[in-house]
């Protein structure tokens, strides 16, 4: 078993082989689920490829028993997600992708900080002007990858959909904090076959291409690097669970992104656009 307690900051470990996850006795049960092959199979170029029967596990709601549930104190609400490292098809293995909602009254969406403790999570955020319209209407306004290695806290911003892709050969482990007043939506991004852009691993050439499910033109897709941002709990040297735990105030940016608009952003620093082809 490999020990992830300290990059989480709680107690964790993983076996590699089986990607069996082990919490210490001081750790609340968490809510258990996955991910089938049947239902990635719907946002796939490939949808008949062979795949296992479970591609990736979550487990929701998770804390310390000595400390106070978060979710019920301060609406926050932390995950630690295992994802097989395998090829889907022509594709890497990647999740199913999904919108936030927008918080009422607000004019943005949830936002969410997904932090890494095992291997390389390649991130595609999308922006679309409608996230009810389906592909033929919808218009992808932006699109940005990022990559997360062991110890970044990746913020996913308002207005972004999220796909991780991992493109390495073993398992990637990541938790996350995101607001417990929500519920992700997944269905345009179904209708679509997945989000704009797949990537390819091409035989050990990986290359972006356009899903040509969707019918108007496209946006370059822009490349961004991880920033911390102290003020948002967000640096290298404290695991995002500790953060959240010794101050939930910091995380408050998560149930109230449209005050912190300006912090949420000075986590991803745009640095130039990648080339993409036609599929």
């Keep these: 078993m490999k020990d992830l307690s300290s990059l989480a900051g709680i ?3 993983l076996d590699p082989g089986s990607l069996h996850i082990a ?7 968490p809510l258990y689920g996955t991910r089938s092959a049947d239902q990635m199979r719907r946002v796939l170029l490939d949808p008949e490829c062979e795949l296992p029967e479970i591609i990736y596990w979550m487990m929701r709601d998770l804390g310390l028993k000595s ?8 609406h926050l609400r932390y995950d630690i997600s295992v994802f097989r490292g395998c090829n889907f098809g022509r594709e890497f293995m990647k999740t199913s992708g999904h919108y936030h909602p927008y918080k009422p009254h607000s004019g943005v969406s949830w936002p969410e900080v997904y932090e890494v403790l095992e291997g390389t999570a390649l991130y595609l955020l999308q922006r679309v002007n409608d996230i009810n319209l389906g592909p033929d209407e919808v218009e992808v306004e932006d699109a940005i990858i990022v990559e997360g290695n062991p110890g970044d806290k990746v913020i996913m911003p308002p207005n972004y959909g999220h796909v991780t892709i991992n493109t390495r050969p073993g398992a990637l482990v990541m938790d996350n904090w995101v607001s417990s007043d929500f519920s992700s939506v997944y ?5 679509a076959r997945g989000f704009a ?3 390819l691993h091409g ?9 040509p499910m969707y019918r108007k033109p496209l946006p370059p897709l822009r490349k961004a690097v991880v920033r911390e941002v102290p003020e948002l709990g967000l640096t290298r040297d404290v695991p995002v669970f500790i953060s959240g735990a010794r101050d939930p105030g910091k995380l ?3 149930n109230y992104p449209e005050v912190f608009g300006e912090l949420i952003w000075q986590g991803l620093e745009i640095v130039g656009e990648v080339p993409v082809e036609e599929l």
């Design 252 to 254: 408050q940016w998560l």
């Design 203 to 211: 035989d050990g050439q990986p290359r972006w291409v356009r899903n």
């Design 187 to 191: 269905g345009k991004v179904e209708e």
């Design 23 to 29: 919490f210490g006795p001081e750790v609340r049960d």
């Design 11 to 13: 107690p964790v470990k």
């Design 197 to 199: 852009y797949y990537l």
């Design 67 to 74: 400390l106070p549930d978060l979710k019920q104190t301060a």
